[in-house]
């Protein structure tokens, strides 16, 4: 079995910036991709960015030009820079894993970490 623990969420002033690590841990397994979603307190999951194991990124509107996705293959670890924060922001950010295991595909998601901005 493949978990995901993701870490870095806080309270923060609008403006300032964060910087989310999720990390994948088991045995006998790849990852073809890995990225973020969010999901604010009534409102549905949303993506936010997403990164294949290619490097291709993806990003919703929302955040582009503010957002970072990157990640370290070697340490199957995914990272979300966030930068110029806005209260819409304010959610529980969530890792998901393209999780392979031989030619069975699972895909995984973490707990989620939990992002404010507030003044």
């Known amino acids: 079995q493949v978990h995901l623990v993701e870490s870095g969420g806080d309270l923060v002033q609008p403006g300032g910036s964060l910087r989310l690590s999720c990390a994948a841990s088991g045995s006998d397994f790849s990852i073809s991709g890995m990225g973020w979603y969010r999901q604010a307190p009534g409102k549905q999951r949303e993506l936010v960015a997403t990164?294949?194991?290619?490097?291709?990124?993806k990003y919703a509107d929302s955040v582009k030009g503010r957002f970072t996705i990157s990640g370290d293959s070697a340490k199957n670890t995914v990272y979300l820079q966030m930068n110029s924060l806005k209260p819409e922001d304010t959610a529980v950010y969530l890792c998901?894993?393209?999780?392979?295991?031989?030619?069975?595909?699972?895909?995984?998601w973490g707990e989620g970490t939990q992002v404010t901005v507030s003044s």
């Open positions: 998901l894993a393209d999780v392979w295991r031989g030619f069975r595909y699972y895909p995984t």
């Open positions: 990164l294949t194991s290619g490097g291709s990124t």
